[in-house]
């Protein structure tokens, strides 16, 4: 994919970048003056450096000629991320909020090209954990080819937020003749995941470091917009996209049941999960099905594209456990229903609240 | 996955289903009433609703689904009393997750936590010690409850905080013993079960033979099962094998964990720590003698009621609220006269809403709706019959 380049809003020399030379964010961070401008400098400008950003003025601007060169439709969405512990086996806060605001514009069809980023940031905080995580979003936003063109930096009393909190706001462009609609999926319908499930959730929840459990588990955080231009290309029928998120697959299949009025069938022995996370269910009586994920996709596809769809998506190495887990059918509309892997079959409803682990 | 995997082979289940359907439809044969068959814990429960075991047997047999979801007979007072603790200055207040939805007259454990107070999840007593000591300065307060099965967690952190020195940890004690409650359900004269599946996490410690009055003096079959899906079917069959031969024995499914005399570490450190309460009241089911315990007089200082001077106050469960039969399996959770309406997991009403191990919560969640809505109306149909028949 090609790198979007951005246009400068103007030709003013790039300035001097401000450094900061204590070890913590202090609340003078956040006060609006030299120290918060030599913070913004030294950890945000430098990481993220591109033109629009350098200027340092108050909004980014974009040329609408460079934006409907890509399509004819824009997409925007915001999410703010909030996670603990900040940094987890395969990933960390940064390229959670880049890699998730991406995957927000991918699966609705859109080609990401900008994110904003805005920051929360506890007093004590150092300088050094935040250099960090603005260099990995840096990087994540590099290799997805979008740029993080304006931003915002505060910084609250300390035991007001966690550590530090994100939102990233993103900006894509939809291409012609791309329909894609939670409404939109029709009986008969496959329904498909991109890989192994609930990865991130039985990562994160392990990090925590409450069980004393020891797994190689790590998070799936990954920019699925690659993926999904593939599975587009090659299945342009394609009706619906979602990740996968908090919640899990059961929340985005009760979505889909619910919005197109159709039953969904699923099948547990099709569900792709692997041996870890199955492992880590079992013991603390959590169900996989509703584990978050931050790099998984369900997707219903007509079943004349689906074969092709399941190829192209193990193609690509976001995708080579992609699976056919389902169909949409025309009977008990708005229900989903899984098939159990010992022949029984029961009903997979919305989650109240989050899953708690049980007893015993 | 394995030692998991070995357990949930549908050819298997295929072939002990073909066994079940055939001695169900000989021994049912002629009689008014599905066999019934109770499986006392909760662990059971969950594993039947997650498998979907009962859309796979036959109409001739029908599961009860007891008592043993520990989180879903927990008076109303008891939550109260937690609550009153964690308003307590300072005190840190540890639990299991899925106690933490559970009802109390005014709030529930996770709204007290949303309106400030200091309530932590953990995962195992050991880990509320751990707390205790990275905070001398304040009190902690585990809320200890379960049955056999957590108890000798709970008895062995309390040793390890008397070994230590610790003094400013102590347990809110709910544990719950199960022979009283299966002998109170046994006693209750609307019940007409034909057999159990006995707890296996709780017999792993307490071993076979506290069951034995179950096969000698109500003659009913108990087999101690496992919670996988194989387990369940295969003590199912174990069940119907011995009603079919004229039996009445504790059997055991699940020997590959439960020793026929318990665990003796176990029983040795609830034995120290641990001693009955002459009642203790259930949720649904009323008081029940002897089915609860209290800390031992060495281990006062450990105890949060003593420590801190909690008076329970009993709660009358809401007056619409029939878990109570549920519990006792006179009537399935969807015949109760709120389920699903003014009683579901997002505003439970009953006890057997709130976890996933409750046998409402169960039905309504991975239940078969459609299936429940026409039994629900079938019932409705029936409803001024039974009526005359019960008085």
Redesign the interface.
């Known amino acids: 994919m090609t790198v979007v380049q951005l246009t400068p809003a103007s030709s003013a020399p790039r300035r001097q970048l401000g450094r900061i030379h204590v070890p913590n964010v202090t609340m003078a961070h956040g006060g609006g003056g030299k120290a918060m401008r030599d913070l913004i400098d030294d950890v945000f400008v430098a990481a993220f450096d591109n033109p629009a950003l350098s200027t340092m003025e108050d909004q980014a601007r974009f040329r609408l000629a460079e934006l409907t060169a890509h399509g004819d439709r824009l997409a925007m969405t915001t999410d703010s991320y909030v996670i603990h512990p900040i940094r987890f086996p395969g990933g960390d806060i940064g390229k959670l909020a880049v890699c998730g605001t991406i995957n927000d514009l991918a699966v609705g069809g859109a080609r990401p090209l900008y994110l904003s980023c805005a920051v929360i940031i506890e007093e004590g905080l150092d300088v050094d954990t935040l250099r960090e995580i603005a260099g990995s979003m840096a990087r994540t936003a590099a290799a997805a080819g979008v740029s993080i063109v304006t931003g915002d930096t505060k910084v609250v009393d300390r035991g007001a937020c966690d550590k530090l909190f994100i939102n990233t706001t993103g900006i894509g462009v939809i291409r012609e003749g791309i329909e894609l609609g939670v409404g939109r999926v029709r009986p008969d319908d496959v329904i498909m995941v991109n890989g192994l499930l609930g990865d991130h959730g039985a990562a994160i929840l392990n990090a925590r470091g ?2 004393a459990l020891s797994t190689p588990l790590e998070s799936d955080c990954a920019a699925l917009h690659g993926l999904i231009g593939t599975l587009l290309a090659a299945a342009p029928g394609t009706r619906f996209l979602r990740d996968a998120t908090r919640g899990g697959i059961a929340t985005v299949l009760n979505e889909i049941a619910e919005a197109s009025q159709v039953g969904i069938l699923i099948h547990e022995e099709r569900t792709p999960l692997r ?1 870890e996370v ?2 880590f269910c ?1 013991i ?2 959590l ?1 996989p099905l509703y584990l978050a994920n931050e790099g998984k996709i369900v997707c219903a596809v007509p079943p004349d594209q689906a074969e092709a769809a399941l190829a192209a998506m193990r193609n690509h190495p976001l995708g080579r456990d992609s699976a056919i887990i389902g169909h949409a059918t025309d009977g ?1 509309p708005g ?1 989903v229903v ?10 997979v ?1 919305m989650l ?2 989050e899953q ?5 | 996955m394995r030692y998991v995997d070995e357990f949930r082979d549908p050819e298997k289940a295929r072939n002990l289903l073909k066994e079940i359907t055939g001695l169900s439809a000989r021994l049912q044969s002629g009689k008014a009433r599905p066999l019934q068959i109770m499986e006392v814990c909760g662990g059971h429960t969950h594993a039947i609703f997650r498998y979907g075991i009962e859309t796979m047997l036959p109409d001739e047999i029908e599961l009860v689904h007891g008592p043993g979801c520990p989180v879903c007979v927990l008076p109303m007072g008891r939550v109260d009393d937690c609550v009153t603790l964690t308003e307590i200055p300072g005190l840190i207040f540890t639990t299991f997750g899925d106690a933490m939805r559970v009802p109390g007259s005014k709030k529930s454990l996770l709204q007290a936590r949303s309106e400030g107070a200091d309530v932590r999840m953990v995962y195992s007593p050991l880990d509320s010690l751990r707390i205790a000591q990275e905070n001398p300065d304040r009190e902690v307060v585990f809320f200890a409850l379960g049955f056999e099965t957590t108890m000798p967690s709970t008895a062995m952190t309390v040793l390890r905080a008397e070994a230590e020195g610790i003094t400013n940890f102590s347990l809110f004690c709910n544990h719950i013993t199960i022979i009283p409650t299966v002998k109170a359900i046994l006693d209750s004269p609307e019940l007409e079960l034909d057999g159990f599946l006995g707890p296996g996490h709780v017999s792993m410690v307490i071993g076979n033979a506290p069951y034995d009055f179950i096969a000698g003096q109500y003659r009913k079959p108990i087999v101690v099962a496992g919670f996988e899906p194989l387990d369940i079917l295969h003590a199912l069959w174990m069940v119907l094998k011995q009603l079919d031969e004229g039996r009445s024995e504790v059997e055991n499914q699940y020997a590959r964990v439960v020793p026929k005399d318990g665990n003796p570490v176990a029983l040795d450190a609830i034995g120290k720590v641990f001693e009955l309460r002459e009642f203790f009241e259930w949720r649904g089911l009323g008081s029940i003698d002897h089915s609860g315990v209290r800390m031992r007089r060495p281990y006062e200082k450990y105890d949060a009621e003593t420590k801190f001077a909690i008076r329970s106050t009993r709660i009358a469960d809401p007056k619409s609220c029939q878990c109570g039969e549920v519990l006792k399996g006179v009537i399935k959770p969807w015949e109760c006269k709120v389920f699903g309406t003014a009683c579901t997991p997002e505003t439970p009403l009953g006890a057997l809403m709130v976890s996933s191990e409750g046998a409402c919560a169960a039905y309504y969640q991975f239940g078969d709706v459609e299936k429940i809505h026409a039994r629900r109306a079938e019932v409705k149909a029936v409803e001024p019959m039974m009526a005359r028949t019960r008085s």
Do not use: A
């Open positions: 409450d069980m041996d199955r492992g079992e603390l009586g169900d008990r229900r899984m098939h159990t892997v010992f022949g029984g079959r029961r009903i409803d109240v609240g708690l682990p049980r007893i015993c």
